[in-house]
């Protein structure tokens, strides 16, 4: 079955730098790659997905990458602030969705 | 505009215990399923659906039963409660059979074996 591996596990940038969280999967069949934030006591919140026909999405300071043939996308926030402070997951989609373990991020002032 | 719904929030159960957290959606979503999640362990998925009268398994599967009668609720049953199973449990839906589809997540059920 897939498995999806997420890096690193921890993650403390300053703010206004770029954080990058990068994922690998194992499944070629999976399709479709979302990104999800979480913040404590809640359900995790989708912030930005990639489809397998797409290589790179944009959506202000988030971008995702994707690269199928290695099997493995990225997710880049860029000029970081406070309140980008959160875990993120990772999840690859084929019949079934599955996360990675997830990316505590820091941002620090 | 309820999205996806789970109960109980919170619950504290002995072990041997028996219980179900329940989970429904109003967004007729076909695909649902559960995950538990733990320290360092992200979001691991328990079982899973993708329409009324299926089921399947996920990745931690054992000590838990799910049935999915109508497309709105999805409950997923522990049958013989163990301090092992002490987690937040998620419920997510979305809808089946296209490309790109966004899983929604319940708030969550913290649920603490003793």
């Known amino acids: 079955g897939e498995n999806v591996e997420q890096h690193p596990s921890t993650l403390s940038v300053q703010e206004g730098d770029s954080a990058v969280i990068k994922c690998t999967y194992s499944d070629s069949a999976s399709n479709y790659f979302p990104w999800y934030k979480q913040e404590l006591g809640k359900g995790p919140q989708l912030i930005i997905d990639?489809?397998?026909?797409?290589g790179e999405k944009k959506d202000q300071r988030i971008a995702v990458t994707l690269n199928k043939t290695a099997k493995h996308f990225s997710l880049h926030i860029t000029e970081t602030q406070p309140e980008d402070s959160a875990v993120y997951f990772c999840a690859a989609r084929d019949d079934k969705i599955i996360f990675g373990k997830g990316t505590r991020l820091h941002i620090l002032p | 505009n309820a999205g996806v719904t789970q109960t109980p929030k919170f619950q504290v159960l002995k072990t041997g215990q028996s219980m179900t957290l329940q989970c429904a959606q109003d967004m007729n979503h076909e695909y649902m399923s559960w995950y538990r999640q733990d320290p360092g362990m992200g979001l691991r998925l328990i079982h899973y659906?993708?329409?009324?009268?299926?089921?399947d398994q996920g990745e931690v599967p054992n000590g838990y039963n799910v049935s999915r009668s109508t497309t709105e609720d999805f409950p997923l049953r522990l049958l013989s409660a163990a301090p092992s199973q002490t987690s937040v449990y998620f419920c997510a839906s979305s809808p089946q059979g296209a490309i790109g589809n966004t899983i929604y997540f319940g708030e969550g059920s913290w649920l603490t074996v003793v």
């Open positions: 659906s993708v329409g009324a009268g299926i089921t």
């Open positions: 990639i489809r397998s026909n797409v």
